[in-house]
């Protein structure tokens, strides 16, 4: 079973940026995908930003982040990122990093496709 733990949520204003991180233990990290997620109050969980295992090479957005969120691996340091530029207070969520459940895989973008979650972490953007 994976580990997951994510950083660097925060308060910001309109139009800022914030960079997520989330750091992972626990299997070889560079064989599975990873994923955001983000849950605002009263809302379900959706989909944020995906990326393929290392040797896929794909990425993956919502429309409604698509060319100003960012998600990136280091697979030295078993942690994936989100960058989050031109952020919007519709972007205020609590944000989940999310390990792909099958090896290899090169498309996962649902709920369903990933078996492990982090706790979260606040990303609050006031107007």
């Known amino acids: 079973q994976v580990q997951l733990v994510e950083s660097g949520g925060g308060l910001v204003q309109a139009g800022g940026s914030l960079r997520l991180s989330c750091a992972a233990s626990?299997?070889?990290?560079?064989?599975?995908?990873m994923g955001w997620f983000r849950q605002a109050p009263g809302k379900e969980r959706e989909f944020v930003a995906a990326?393929?295992?290392?040797?896929?090479?794909?990425?993956y957005y919502a429309d409604s982040v698509k060319g100003r969120f960012t998600i990136s691996r280091d697979d030295v340091k078993n942690t994936v990122y989100l960058q989050m530029n031109s952020l919007k207070p519709e972007d205020t969520a609590v944000y989940y990093c999310?390990?792909?459940?099958?090896?290899?895989?090169?498309?996962?973008?649902?709920?369903?496709?990933?078996?492990?979650w982090g706790r979260g972490t606040q990303v609050t953007v006031s107007s």
């Open positions: 990326i393929s295992w290392s040797g896929g090479s794909k990425t």
């Open positions: 999310a390990a792909d459940r099958q090896r290899f895989a090169l498309v996962a973008t649902t709920n369903a496709d990933f078996g492990s």
């Open positions: 626990g299997r070889t990290f560079s064989d599975y995908g």
